[in-house]
């Protein structure tokens, strides 16, 4: 019979034979069990491929299946309204509203002529200053939804003595209002400016 004192000595196991679970023997993206998101291609810092926004025209696709939908509304309440316990008014009234939802989707569907590189052009023109850094948003105005780029400009000195604010029509490439003035970032005091002193 074996004594205590071996019973313990066979459950020990010298140290350079256990295994060894350090991360750094474990493939990139995982720690133990857990595996770590990871961006997509496209959304990577050092992606630089060029960004294409979608046309406004595009909005016209629904506009037809709206309209696809209201003459079958239409044309069902006309042929079974009399026959079918399924068919009541309301059936004519939802042929009504797709029928207006389908005219506002095919009217508000605006073909783009004027990208954003041309809006910064004309934004260029307008705004009466060189400009620095800029970027464009695609906006919409009007009851039409007519899609309008909405660009922000500063001047070029570090930092920005003027910004701007223009709104170039997306279809025609017209100027439809612009806005320039005095960078008011300058005039706030900043850390360790003359007149942050001795306030507090």
Known sequence: MNSPDQVAESNVVPADETSDTSTDDLPTGEIGDEIRDELPEDLQPEFAGAYEFPDNSRRRIPGFIYLTLA?????WYATSADSSTLVNGGTFWAGVILAAAGLFSISSGWRMHVDERDAL???QQAIGFPVGHASAQQV???VRSRPTWRVFCYS???PPLQRGLVLVDAVDGRVIQHLAEPNPELDEPRVGDDRTDGVG
């Open 156 to 158: 070029p000195e570090d």
């Open 71 to 75: 003459i079958g509304c239409f044309a």
């Open 121 to 123: 052009v004309a934004a």
């Open 140 to 142: 919409w105005h009007g």
